[in-house]
């Protein structure tokens, strides 16, 4: 179809009047769901928040009782104490919403469906309606993921990674029961939600861009959205593979995870034969790429707010590219890592030790590249700018210790500790979120037409920042002296004992965090009809993004034909331009541009291959005497 | 929206931004990346068989694991004979010329020739619901045989025991050669998995291929100008069947 007829056929649908179902609840637009992707994300994201600010007041101050958890939790807070189980259920609920609801889907969904078809100049995602069943699917994973909390024996309690035999087995405690198989129905949706969303992100990119953006023109957002998608298309369907035999488990009585366990004293039924190691593999194997899944969105997103904001290009374009390839080729072979106390053969364990530390090449490219480009730039400290810094903070002190944690002889002691919880809260927790945040921040203007609050976002960043570091920082202390993850009441064993004191700061770290986000929320609600209208292109920005009308909903991105593109998205401050900035959409008139010039015009190597094959073909007839 | 067609595509670097660099429409292109992604779950219900079958103690002997071809014996209408495995070799073959038809109903479509599209198509959902109805006879048998998702009935062979006896770790297990009690548990629930979840696969792409069917005769794709669901459906098609040819190697010839 042409660009012409697309118009048209554009035009012809913008007349009739879209219903309120067609327009904000089945809609097929990607601006509209991008922001049903964010707002159930924010939802979601403060569900977990509240479960984390529970179990933080238990580890607080575990002796106390708060009526506040008894008008929250009902039987599972009898007289203002967090019932021991229903501590595991919080610590598991709140994992799989953070992990799965809000920094894949909420991160990843948002910034994807927003950004891939304006950045790349597409009319929608491929395919608009796969694009729909995407986000309901994924609704429907967390309503059946928050009707598990609800049920009688409690949710899911096995730890977010639902190892065997805890998952498996019914009696194994109370969660296991009715709230691991609501468990297994959501994740099971969410895979859904996130294959139709990836083979649509997939081929919107390599499909769909407009007239002149190749590539290598494609900000990096777009890179790390591609990439990401790439590893939830190959990453996901392994844990469906394992969820499926675990469903046999649970309900058909297979024993693929299942052998010789004794549950309270009498040897556990018949189940003989199964390894519980294999289901570890096949989720590390999902559960690996999965961090980057959640972190490389992030940092995609910083790329671009830290050079429109530093005002220059971004410092080695191309290495960020291959330094996201890299990081997603070995996110596939280092799962072993989280499985080093398994029993694994040292020997194996030290292939995975290697594989792990090369990580840290692609990624200290891009914190070195970052570093590079905020290096003497004309900084501008918007909100976006601050979080995505923060965002290189996080990476950076978080990334330190993996590579202690991916020490296999290290591992060995710390596996399992609050050393651990430290690292992977800081490195794609913290963040991954503020690069959400920046991201939030960035691209609200393009989203709803208006400018957020720069005053309640500095206070939200810097209470935010402050706080992540006052929570996770004294962990690592904790888990190098041993303290171990997942455990309800520290005070009964006198050993740890003394880390009370730091608990409770980190309690009181996270609440007044709790109440920053709650500026956060304030802010984003109220200027979605109150916020100072935004100018067309508010951050003197590049992309395409900002070239499609933003005060106007229009289903189909731009009025007239697509932009066409003639350079990449990152010439800022170039010294022989006026502006510090020059649209990726606007030609140059100083200089002939390359996609018209004749030899383009006519795809030369197709037409100089025929030419070589038909000369071919005569030389063999002259050969056999047919010319 | 954006409907590339193949022949929209404009004479400009491959690469380069406004058309498809493999000159194919986004459904194709949605279809390719939906098989590598199916090709992952396949992947990892194979690797599980791999992990179960040899990196268990009791079942890394090969012989251990029960011999397909002395299970996998019978046919219809001819009861007590020792036929191994000639059933599936039949319900292969059948899946097998399903594909054919298939890409005869493809390149018929290149053609546009309605005609010829529905007779191939129609002999490729015959294929299909033979290949079903196939397997359904062979679980069937196989249960009656007793097969169990819990329990292996049909023990070990008698080398696997000595084997076991041999290493000293026949004591630990009642199995005795010829006795059919207990064998290696998860070979017949591995069976029942990974073949039903190909069966699955086969019977999606016996759905889609009666709604293509019934869109081929309504003339939709006549109207439309181009019979490129065909070819989408067949790469379904073919993808279940290559499938197939791994489900069958592992389970039947190993």
């Known amino acids: ?627 | 929206m954006a409907n590339h067609t193949p022949a929209a595509f404009e004479n400009q670097p491959m690469w380069a931004g406004g058309r498809s660099p493999f000159n194919v429409s986004y459904g194709k292109l949605m279809m390719w990346i939906f098989l590598l992604s199916d090709a992952f779950t396949f992947s990892s219900l194979l690797v599980q068989y791999g992990a179960q079958r040899f990196s268990n103690v009791e079942t890394a002997v090969t012989t251990v694991w029960p011999d397909p071809a002395s299970i996998f014996n019978h046919f219809p209408f001819m009861h007590g004979l020792h036929l191994p495995l000639l059933f599936v070799s039949v319900m292969t073959f059948i899946l097998i010329m399903s594909s054919v038809t298939m890409v005869l109903a493809v390149e018929a479509g290149h053609r546009k020739s309605k005609k010829e599209v529905q007779t191939y198509m129609i002999y490729t959902i015959i294929g299909g619901v033979m290949f079903l109805s196939c397997q359904a006879w062979e679980w069937y048998t196989f249960i009656h045989e007793g097969a169990r998702l819990y329990g292996n009935t049909f023990g070990i062979t008698e080398q696997g025991y000595n084997h076991l006896h041999s290493v000293g770790f026949a004591d630990h297990f009642e199995w005795a050669p010829g006795d059919r009690t207990d064998g290696p548990v998860p070979f017949a629930a591995l069976f029942f998995i990974v073949t039903g979840f190909h069966g699955f696969h086969v019977f999606s792409g016996v759905v889609i291929n009666v709604v293509v069917y019934i869109m081929t005769v309504r003339g939709v794709f006549e109207r439309r100008g181009h019979y490129e669901m065909i070819e989408k459906a067949g790469l379904y098609w073919h993808f279940v069947d290559l499938v197939w040819v791994f489900v069958f190697t592992f389970f039947y010839l190993i």
Do not use: C
Not at chain 1, 405 to 417: E, K, Y
């Open chain 1, 1 to 627: 179809m042409s660009t012409a007829a697309l118009h048209a056929e554009h035009e012809a649908h913008h007349e009739h009047k879209e219903s309120f179902i067609s327009k904000y609840v089945f809609s097929m637009d990607h601006k509209m769901i991008s922001k049903q992707f964010l707002i159930t994300g924010i939802i979601m994201g403060m569900i977990g928040m509240i479960m984390s600010l529970l179990f933080r007041l238990q580890l607080a101050w575990p002796d106390d009782q708060f009526s506040i958890i008894e008008m929250l939790l009902g039987k599972w807070g009898v007289d203002g104490k967090l019932d021991p189980n229903f501590y595991m259920g919080l610590v598991t609920i709140h994992g799989t919403i953070m992990v799965f609801y809000v920094l894949t889907a909420g991160l990843s969904g948002t910034f994807s469906n927003l950004l891939i078809p304006l950045q790349v100049g597409a009319r929608d995602m491929a395919s608009p309606f796969m694009n729909m069943l995407s986000y309901w699917f994924f609704f429907m994973s967390s309503v059946v993921l928050l009707i598990s909390v609800g049920v009688e024996t409690g949710p899911a309690s096995g730890g977010w990674t639902v190892y065997p035999p805890l998952s498996a087995l019914d009696k194994a405690m109370p969660g296991s029961g009715l709230g691991m198989t609501l468990w297994l129905v959501a994740i099971v949706l969410f895979i859904v939600s996130s294959l139709l969303g990836g083979i649509n992100y997939i081929s919107t990119v390599l499909n769909q861009r407009t007239k002149g953006m190749s590539m290598n023109r494609m900000p990096l957002t777009i890179w790390a959205f591609f990439f990401t998608a790439v590893l939830g298309l190959l990453s996901f369907p392994v844990l469906l593979g394992a969820g499926l035999f675990l469903i046999f488990d649970r309900s058909f009585g297979t024993s693929f995870y299942l052998s010789d366990i004794y549950l309270e004293g009498v040897g556990a039924l018949e189940n003989i034969g199964g390894s519980p190691v294999l289901y570890q593999h096949l989720f590390w194997f999902l559960g690996h790429p999965e961090v980057y899944i959640i972190l490389m969105p992030a940092l995609g997103i910083t790329s671009e707010v830290i050079s429109n904001n530093a005002r220059k290009p971004i410092f080695g374009y191309t290495a960020m590219i291959i330094s996201l390839l890299g990081i997603s080729f070995l996110s596939f072979i280092v799962w072993g890592h989280h499985m080093f106390i398994t029993g694994m053969n040292p020997f194996l364990g030290s292939v995975f030790m290697i594989l792990t530390l090369i990580i840290a090449v692609p990624s200290a490219v891009k914190a070195f590249n970052y570093l590079t480009t905020l290096w003497r730039g004309n900084l501008r400290f918007t909100p976006a700018m601050l979080f995505s810094i923060g965002l290189v903070s996080f990476f950076i002190s978080g990334g330190l210790t993996g590579i202690y944690l991916g020490n296999a002889a290290l591992d060995i002691q710390m596996h399992d500790s609050y050393f651990v919880v430290a690292h992977f809260h800081l490195v794609m927790g913290s963040a991954a979120i503020f690069g959400m945040f920046a991201g939030i921040y960035h691209w609200f203007p393009r989203m709803y037409g208006r400018m957020m609050n720069n005053t309640l976002g500095y206070f939200h960043f810097w209470i935010t920042f402050i706080t992540a570091y006052l929570v996770f920082f004294p962990m690592h202390f904790m888990g190098l002296a041993g303290v171990p993850r997942r455990y309800y009441q520290f005070t009964l064993v006198e050993d740890f004992d003394v880390w009370v004191d730091v608990n409770k700061l980190i309690t009181v770290s996270a609440i007044i965090a709790g109440f920053a986000q709650l500026l956060f929320l304030y802010n984003f609600f109220i200027s979605i009809f109150r916020g100072k209208k935004s100018a067309q292109n508010p951050w003197g920005a590049n992309t395409l993004e900002w070239t499609s009308p933003i005060d106007v909903r229009l289903h189909g991105n731009w009025p007239g034909e697509l932009p066409t593109v003639y350079r990449g998205p990152y010439e800022y401050s170039r010294p022989d331009r006026e502006e510090d900035f020059f649209p990726q959409h606007i030609p140059d008139e100083s200089a002939p541009e390359v996609l018209e010039t004749e030899k383009s015009k006519k795809a030369p190597a197709e037409k100089e291959a025929e030419a070589e094959t038909s000369v071919f073909f005569a030389a063999v007839k002259r050969v056999f005497g047919l010319g």
